[in-house]
């Protein structure tokens, strides 16, 4: 079992800028996925941005890309996400999510393991 707790959001103004964290716990030893996903009220989680274990391969979204930089250090169990120039339709719950192999895949049905999510809130 993994367990992951997401930190660092809250509410920002268009432009602004917010960095989450991911913090995972437990058997955490086997290399991975790493990605963030979010969601709004009615709709689906999204794909946002994914790294692989060694951090030699990172995927994002096209919505998000260019504004958001996903790392992680696997030293410390930890992933962030950089969120520049955010825009109100940035506004979910932000999740990071973990899963076993190496492609950094889009479909939320293949991690196995999800945090509780995070609020963020951009404001025009």
């Known amino acids: 079992q993994v367990q992951l707790v997401e930190s660092g959001g809250g509410q920002v103004q268009a432009g602004g800028s917010l960095r989450l964290s991911c913090a995972a716990s437990?058997?955490?030893?086997?290399?991975?996925?790493m990605a963030w996903f979010r969601r709004t009220p009615g709709k689906e989680r999204e794909f946002i941005a994914g790294?692989?274990?060694?951090?030699?391969?990172?995927n994002y979204a096209d919505s998000v890309r260019g504004r958001f930089i996903t790392t992680r250090d696997d030293a410390k169990n930890m992933g962030t996400l950089q969120m520049n120039s955010l825009k109100p339709e940035d506004t979910a719950t932000y999740y990071c999510?973990?899963?076993?192999?190496?492609?950094?895949?889009?479909?939320?049905?293949?991690?196995?393991?999800w945090g509780q999510g995070t609020q963020v809130t951009v404001s025009s």
């Open positions: 999510a973990v899963r076993q192999g190496r492609v950094v895949a889009a479909a939320p049905s293949l991690y196995e393991y």
């Open positions: 437990g058997r955490t030893s086997s290399p991975g996925v």
């Open positions: 790294i692989n274990w060694s951090g030699g391969n990172t």
